[in-house]
């Protein structure tokens, strides 16, 4: 074990603690190595060396794969080593190999420097105090001063969502650059969108559940409700619906169905599991 407060060994039963919830106050750098793996060897010295320069804007959690193989594969890790970023309770970048110190911190900057500026603590704490409008001004003032932040950017991407403008949102998503518009992070922000315009005239999830028990043919209602859960984190109720939608018409808006549970597996990389036994159902009934 580390003595340095930033840096911590990573098992199941402190995973939850130290990189989920961890994540949501600042970023978390999960290193997955071997002791047989050189190039693990290479790699570790320099994100050491990095979590202390950094004094705790970031956490690293060192992953034994030969140790926590459980962890391992439940993180889909596949090469050694694997460096996973998480954010809010998300994996947002993911680079395998040894890279250079100026990589390393070229993508925690990325996490880091948004919350270092002084426009987003501000817009922070407007939120805080339920003034969405006066944030996002600030928001985007911070993302004229930092173009090339994408923290700034994504956040702003999400403050939009949130405020329901989301034409607007994926107008900003499309004018990313082109790496960062493909990322998991953009993706799951997509789904989220894609959720929200399915809900924005929709009825409650009670009415919606009522239609479909008195018509269980009643698709519509079925993809709003799905967005509904989706939306309200119930993910695998909201793929029940969805892979439904599937097996009673393919066709129904051009496979939404199956378009929807491609948006969920978007919004929800973190749950493995979830995500592999949906795939594997919907990949049965396309075959």
Known sequence: ?????????????????EV??????????????????NPCQMLMPIVTMLAEEYQGKFHLVKVNSDEQQ??????????????????????????MGAQPESALRQLLDQYVEAEENPLVTQAQQLLEQ????????????????????????MDLIRLVAMMGDNDAADAMISALPIDLRNSPDVNELRAQILFAKV????????????SIANNPDDLTSRYQLAAWRALEGQHEAALIQLLEIMKK???????????????????????PELVGKYRRQMFNLLH
């Open 1 to 17: 074990m580390s003595d340095s407060p930033y840096i911590f060994e990573g098992t199941p039963e402190n995973f939850e603690a």
């Open 20 to 37: 989920i919830q961890k994540s949501s106050e600042i970023p978390v750098l999960v290193d997955f190595w071997a002791s047989w793996c």
């Open 70 to 95: 459980a962890l391992a594969s439940q993180y889909g890790v596949r090469s050694l080593p694997t460096l996973k970023l998480f954010r809010h309770g998300e994996v947002v970048e993911e680079i």
């Open 130 to 153: 339920g003034k969405p409008e006066e944030a996002r001004k600030l928001m985007e003032q911070a993302l004229e001063e930092q173009p090339d932040n994408q923290q700034i950017a």
């Open 199 to 210: 809900i924005s005239d929709s009825p409650g999830p009670a009415e919606l559940e009522t």
């Open 249 to 271: 018409d393919r066709s129904w808006q051009d496979d939404a169905g199956r378009n929807g549970m491609l948006a969920m597996f978007d919004l929800i990389p973190g749950q």
